[in-house]
């Protein structure tokens, strides 16, 4: 079956601007995490959604960020103002159940977002 | 907090030889641990995970073992392909929070013919 898919796969913006980050999870999963990953490192944990609910946005690192799923399956991350720390790659996962620790969690293939 | 420290790379090794990329991890609670590998080009996808003390993970000739009293999980495989070039990440979840995945910060595995 089809994975997790985001777009654009490659976003370039000036200092400043607006972006927004879409991602598709798996038809049916209930959960959904945004992680950034910066060049180099491991990804870290941005917020996570049940369904619709955004349950967990202690990892948004400053208000400028905001996420949304509105109806329990695509969700986009909105960046306002980019500075150039924001610059990493945006990653997408989804798992079928709702909080439980064993669950896999399935990525996309992450947006490279570059701001310069 | 919850943290994963794994082995620096990059590492570089002979098609055929043997590799060890060490993980140890602090947690509270009880984590499940897991293996993600990031192809060139891909995303990630997990490799293999275990869920309880003593038990090991395996999948396409790799294997970890949670170990609780070391606070380790290992990865392993007996003989490298140059297919296996990728980064591997070693992560975990526990109980507390949203459930979300703490990676280590990556290893870096070349293998050359």
């Known amino acids: 079956g089809a994975g997790v898919s985001q777009s654009p796969r490659y976003k370039v913006a000036k200092r400043g601007q607006d972006v927004a980050l879409r991602c598709d999870p798996i038809s049916g999963h209930v959960s959904l995490f945004w992680y950034q990953q910066a060049l180099g490192q491991g990804p870290e944990f941005l917020t996570y959604f049940q369904n619709e609910a955004q349950l967990d946005k202690s990892g948004l690192p400053s208000d400028r960020f905001f996420a949304e799923r509105p109806e329990g399956s695509v969700s986009t991350l909105k960046i306002q103002r980019t500075q150039q720390e924001d610059s990493a790659v945006y990653l997408c996962?989804?798992?079928?159940?709702?909080?439980?620790?064993?669950?896999?969690?399935?990525f996309g293939p992450g947006t490279r977002l570059t701001v310069l | 907090g919850d943290s994963v420290t794994q082995m620096e790379g990059p590492v570089t090794l002979s098609e055929e030889a043997f590799l060890t990329i060490n993980c140890t991890y602090t947690?509270?609670?009880?984590?499940?641990l897991f293996w993600y590998v990031q192809y060139p080009g891909e995303g990630l996808q997990l490799l293999l995970k275990?869920?309880?003390?003593?038990d090991k993970g395996s999948n396409k000739g790799f294997e970890a073992t949670y170990r609780k009293e070391t606070t380790s999980f290992h990865l392993e495989k007996g003989s490298v392909q140059v297919s296996d070039s990728a980064v591997y990440f070693c992560?975990?979840?526990?109980?507390?929070?949203?459930?979300?995945?703490?990676f280590g910060k990556g290893t870096k595995l070349s293998v050359i013919p």
């Open positions: 275990a869920t309880k003390a003593d």
């Open positions: 992560a975990l979840t526990t109980g507390a929070g949203s459930y979300q995945l703490t």
């Open positions: 947690a509270t609670g009880y984590p499940s």
């Open positions: 996962a989804s798992s079928r159940r709702d909080r439980v620790p064993s669950d896999t969690q399935y």
